[in-house]
């Protein structure tokens, strides 16, 4: 398995402009989760999947914030518009629906998506 | 709010010496606590804990947990240059966990 996969690797963007990141999970997990990773904040959960229906958005900052995941394979994180404030590293995790012992719910990161907004 | 404190900061230390690293968790649904190691990318998993007083180890590796105290901590031995890295604590439960900012661990050959 390719493991979870996030696009783009690296995103610079001007102030106001949109910005869509992309997730594809690892096949057969359940949960999609994304975090946002700061050297202020850390990592902070931002909003998480269960089957494609988003079941807590209580960690997107601002209503600028959205995320969709229109199937199983695939999730988006929108900025609109972006902000300096915004950058950040965004990572995407995906997780199996049974929890296996050991295995930290099989919370598998992808490789992030580090946003810069000038 | 859910907290979780990470200490030290940073590390530097030499090959082949001994490092602890701490957390301290305040969470409102526990269910576990759970190490992860940072290098330049993602994550990656390195212990969940959910018990009391067991430790867990993987090679150079262990921790332990205390429930009582809320607090776990990481022992590394015999550091090498690749543990360089930052080791993250999460706690909480299993859709919601809360991460500690980290430990930047620094090993010198």
């Known amino acids: 398995d390719a493991g979870v996969i996030q696009s783009p690797r690296h995103e610079v963007t001007e102030m106001g402009q949109e910005v869509t990141l992309r997730c594809k999970p690892i096949s057969g997990h359940d949960y999609l989760f994304w975090y946002r990773q700061t050297m202020m904040r850390g990592l902070e959960l931002l909003i998480y999947?269960?089957?494609?229906?988003?079941?807590?958005d209580s960690g997107m900052p601002e209503d600028r914030f959205s995320a969709k995941m229109p199937n199983a394979s695939f999730s988006t994180l929108k900025i609109q518009p972006s902000e300096p404030r915004d950058s950040a590293v965004y990572f995407c995790?995906?997780?199996?629906?049974?929890?296996?012992?050991?295995?930290?719910?099989?919370?598998?990161f992808g490789s992030g998506t580090r946003l810069t907004v000038v | 709010e859910d907290k979780v404190v990470q200490s030290p900061l940073s590390l530097v230390v030499h090959e082949g010496d001994t490092v602890t690293l701490n957390c301290s968790y305040e969470v409102t649904n526990f269910r576990s606590l759970l190490w992860y190691k940072q290098e330049k990318k993602a994550p990656t998993f390195l212990f969940m804990l959910t018990s009391s007083g067991i430790e867990k180890k993987s090679g150079r590796l262990s921790s332990i947990l205390d429930k009582k105290e809320l607090f776990s901590i990481l022992n590394i031995t015999a550091t090498q240059t690749g543990d360089s890295a930052v080791y993250l604590c999460a706690s909480g439960s299993a859709r919601q966990l809360t991460f500690g900012s980290g430990t930047q661990l620094t090993v010198l050959p």
């Open positions: 999947f269960n089957n494609n229906v988003p079941i807590d």
């Open positions: 995790a995906s997780s199996p629906r049974r929890v296996v012992w050991d295995r930290a719910y099989g919370y598998t």
